[in-house]
Nanobody, 125 residues
């Protein structure tokens, strides 16, 4: 019954900003890690950012560190993206785990049980 729905994607120029949102439902999310992944055509799905079950501790891929900010407020997961680059162009997915109180959220997509449908982010050069 867990459902994740992303929104907020679109077209933005290099250096611009976008904010993605993921609305989760089906359970309470204050004991589960949540994460953002992205996948460009022809590429593997890659880790972007995660927030620990406590909703405070955050983790980032090196490629987005300092530019992106992940946060969670209840069932709403947000990814604020600043200083966007063409290489950020991808479909962005939110995901959550099936295990509670995990100390360190995994960075591999196979370790996440639930996924949204994705939202397209395109950064023009």
């Amino acid at each position: 019954q867990v459902q994740l729905v992303e929104s907020g994607g679109g077209l933005v120029q290099t250096g611009g900003s976008l904010t993605l949102s993921c609305a989760a439902s089906g359970r309470t999310f204050n004991s589960y890690a949540m994460a953002w992944f992205r996948q460009a055509p022809g590429n593997e799905r890659e880790f972007v950012a995660a927030v620990k079950w406590n909703g405070i501790t955050t983790y980032y891929a090196d490629s987005v560190k300092g530019r992106f900010t992940i946060s969670r407020a209840g069932p709403i997961l947000t990814l604020q993206m600043n200083s966007l680059k063409p290489e950020d162009t991808a479909v962005y997915y939110c995901a959550t785990q099936n295990s509670r109180y995990q100390n360190n959220p995994p960075r591999t997509p196979q370790d996440y049980a639930y996924w949204g449908q994705g939202t397209q982010v395109t950064v023009s050069s």
